[in-house]
């Protein structure tokens, strides 16, 4: 057996290619839309990519399959549990719970585990020189992690209930066919939000599991459900917009990548691109030294394809400023991987030559900490506003802050007053930097970091409240 776990920080996310070394036959296992890796790993091995499984309609991020297709001719499975409307269009069997797909000596059977969706399946992989009746490993998709299981609240209030009563039943009827030994490959790691406390170990197995993990400690149904949802984190919006995009099938992409395009500086002060936004993801110290007006800056780096989700438009073309064109290709990834695909070109020779055309730059304000506490303790300060999780603000805060959610201020910008000056703080600059960038861009003119966010703050020994949430009228909850 030939078995490759692929990783992507940032989404976390887990793909797999499991292959016949005699028969040379391999499957990809919820591969990304970034499929070059896949394709390389197999030439490589001497294989060819002859089946792609799904073990579900993915939420956080585009499915590779019909792109793996599309290149290699292989055969796509997917379960068909969920229905027509959770059946994409690129399928080419749909698989029922305990059909097989064999590769030589290797037996992958579907098991039906609903409850994150409707229709997601694990795939059970039996390595028949060994055993045909006990499967060496499984791949669990997003029903089994680490330390967690997963959630059931992606589709609304009415189908979690739904759901969270079939991922009990997937849990305590379905998994105790399994042996304590059987090895465990999820579809997620640490950093997803497709569960609540996933471990950073790339696989475990069932039996620690149901040893040490909270999902599989028995109750009755109602206290498990309580337990299971308390304090789950918030999902970003474009979630549902990725349910239905993998379900209605992406758009091929193809070898010849969006964003190849260079634009000069003049291109774009000119609005040769009329609609398009411009994402700068230079880091946010570069970024607070100059950038172009009304550009949004989302670092490049790992969190980059979440925070581009959470706060792009998606139906807006994309015009990109890179530290340098080596990071291209990089950042284009991210982007199609949430779905952002609309990407017109970027900015040739970087924010130096917009700087050399002569054209208008912005600086971000600043402030430090003890500049900020200085003005709260005169009663000068402006609205500030803490863009971290509801985890993070509930353990200590800015008293009389304002907590909008980072990735939902884009539904409640109506909150916030454009006439008064508001300060942004995060944990240490980096969602600050994001928030900043976008109030800016919506038309907030007065608009100012805290330089080290809270970290900053707390090493200052500056104060710290607990108390509940305000919003900008003073009222607070």
Known sequence: MFFHQRFIPGLAIYSYMIGDLKTKECAVVDPTRDIDDFLRIAKAEGLRITHVLETHVHADFVSGSAELKARTGATVHVSGHGGADWTPPYADRIVKDKDDIVLGNIRLQAIHTPGHTLEHVCWAVYDAPRSRE???????????????VGRPDLLGVEMQKILAHQLYQSVFQVLPAFPDFTEIYPGHGAGSLCGKALGARHSTTLGYERRFSPALQHQAESDWIRNLLAGMPIAPSYF?????????GPKIIGPEWPGQRRLSAQDIYQRTCDRCLILDVRSKEAFAAAHIPGSINIPLGANLPTWAGWVLPYDTPIILVVDQPADLASVV??????GLEDIHGYLDGGIDAWEAAGYPLQRVQTLSVHELAEQLRHGSAPLVLDVRTDAEWQAGHIANAVHIHG???????????????????????YRASIASSFLKREGFTNVSNVIGGMTAWKAAGLPISTEPSCDPTGTCR
């Open 240 to 248: 549902r917009r990725m349910k239905q995009v993998n379900a209605r």
């Open 333 to 338: 990834t991210h982007l199609l991987r949430v």
């Open 407 to 429: 990735g939902l201020l884009q539904q409640r910008l109506h909150e916030l007053p454009k006439e008064r000056p508001i300060t942004v703080i995060c944990g240490s600059g």
């Open 134 to 148: 006990v499967p060496a490993l499984m791949l669990t998709g997003d029903f089994l992690f680490v330390g967690d």
